[in-house]
């Protein structure tokens, strides 16, 4: 698909897969790990945006691969947002937020970079 020999080669897919790093290692905090519900979520959201994006490739079908892109994209969205919510509960501080949110916007871009590559293909 595209230039990619495997899904491991995809930037978007290296850029989730440090968010899913990084977001169990801040529900490792105590105050977070009794928070089981949102750390969960967050955990959650990060490994769908890396198993999405490796699902649609492994599809070999560039509509569906698109269709899974879509689907990490929102993923990288719900991620975002619960980041909100980690940082109001004052499990995080407000540049390990920063840091975060930039990692899980740049992926964003990445699968919107992506889509948009394999749309004019």
Partial sequence: MGTFKRFEDIEAWKTARELT????????????????????QICRSAVSIMSNI???????TKPGFIRYLGIAKASSGEFRSQLY????????SRDDFAVLFDKAEKCSSQISKLITYLKNQ
């Fill in 85 to 92: 919510a980690v940082l109001d509960q004052e499990y995080i």
């Fill in 21 to 40: 790093r990084a977001a169990y290692a801040i529900s490792g905090s105590k105050a977070f790990k009794r928070d089981f519900g949102l750390r969960d």
């Fill in 54 to 60: 490796a699902e649609g490739f492994e599809s070999q």
